[in-house]
């Protein structure tokens, strides 16, 4: 399969990764709509998609409606499931709407397909902290899942859903889980969609980005165009059938390592505080994952090292700031 000619649906299409699969499925000539609820607490953005809006078509709708995923699930050959409530903190206050979303929607979703569009290919989009706390180095995609909190647990169910369906009904289904994914386009105004964007949002500002404790627990990041070609290789290829995978690029940083590169490479300045009680609860520590399997797969790799990266955002967001923090 390649995208070209294709007809591509992203769900969550308006967020972070949405936005920037969109981007890089017309690159390759596929025909894309987008499907996208814009719930403030889930990160949509109408100018994420400002270079490309008359070449794509955009449905406003929630994946929690059964309804509205059937009606534009017709007709596509491919499914990027980028929709999410992707917010850890939130999801411990707000659990049945996490529930609603990440469980249902999902299966919203699944049905739609397996009812009215059979021979769509699916690729589900994971996460990281859906494996919790860390048991052995690295971490790899047959690691034992123990998450810490609801967003992350009901992104682990998520996942077994699509290779249920896959397998029970022989959907061509995948899953690829990412990590600390930073970049164009991402949600830079709220702590809620990932630290690392947030800080890079402080940087851009000239604010202080706060470090809880030293900030020794170790992250794997990836700059998002990794990500996309990431995804779209798993997607194009049929040994990515009923497989997950983590995109993921191959070093880890500390998070302090993190912040000082983002204040020198775009600005700011570093404050240490203590942790948090409601943040200390579910912080992971270490969170060291190998992306071995992906690789020697698809032979790909992160080409992107963290400066030049940041140096990318950085020149992204420079005329852009204002949209990206009303």
Not at 240 to 249: I, S
């Amino acid at each position: 399969m390649t995208l070209k000619g294709k007809r591509v649906l992203i769900t969550g299409g308006l967020g972070f990764i949405g936005s920037n699969l969109a981007m890089c499925c017309l690159e390759q000539g596929a025909a894309v709509t987008v499907y996208d609820c814009l719930d403030p607490r889930s990160g949509g953005n109408m100018y994420n998609i400002a270079p490309i809006e008359n070449d794509v078509r955009v449905v406003l709708n929630d994946i929690r409606s059964f309804e509205g995923v059937s009606a534009v699930i017709r007709g596509h050959d491919l499914l990027f499931n980028c929709a999410a409530f992707t917010s850890h903190p939130n999801s411990m206050k707000e659990p049945l709407v996490d529930i609603e979303v990440n469980c249902m929607g999902v299966i919203n979703i699944l049905e739609a397909i397996r009812r009215f569009n059979p021979s769509c290919r699916m690729v589900q989009i994971g996460t990281s902290t859906q494996i919790g706390r860390m048991i052995h180095s690295p971490v790899d995609e047959i690691h034992p899942e123990f998450p810490v909190d609801i967003y992350s647990a009901n992104k682990s169910a998520s996942e077994k859903y699509v290779l249920i369906y896959g397998s029970a009904y022989g959907m061509d289904t995948s899953v690829v889980r990412l990590a600390n994914v930073y970049g164009p386009r991402s949600n830079i105004k709220n702590p809620d969609f990932g630290f690392m964007n947030y800080f890079i949002g402080l940087g851009l500002q000239g604010k202080e980005i706060t470090v809880f404790g030293e900030g020794r627990q170790l992250r794997t990041i990836t700059f998002v165009r990794d990500v996309v070609d990431a995804i779209v290789a798993v997607a194009e290829s049929e040994a990515g059938r009923g497989q997950v995978y983590f995109a993921v690029a191959d070093r880890q940083y500390t998070i302090n390592e993190i912040a000082t590169n983002i204040v020198e490479v775009i600005g700011g300045k570093l404050r240490y505080v203590e942790w948090p009680r409601d943040r200390e609860a579910i912080e992971i520590g270490d969170a060291v994952i190998t992306n071995r399997k992906i690789r020697e797969a698809f032979d790909w790799s992160a080409k992107f090292e963290l400066r030049e990266g940041l140096q990318l955002t950085r020149d992204y967001f420079a005329d852009k700031l204002r949209e990206y923090l009303r």
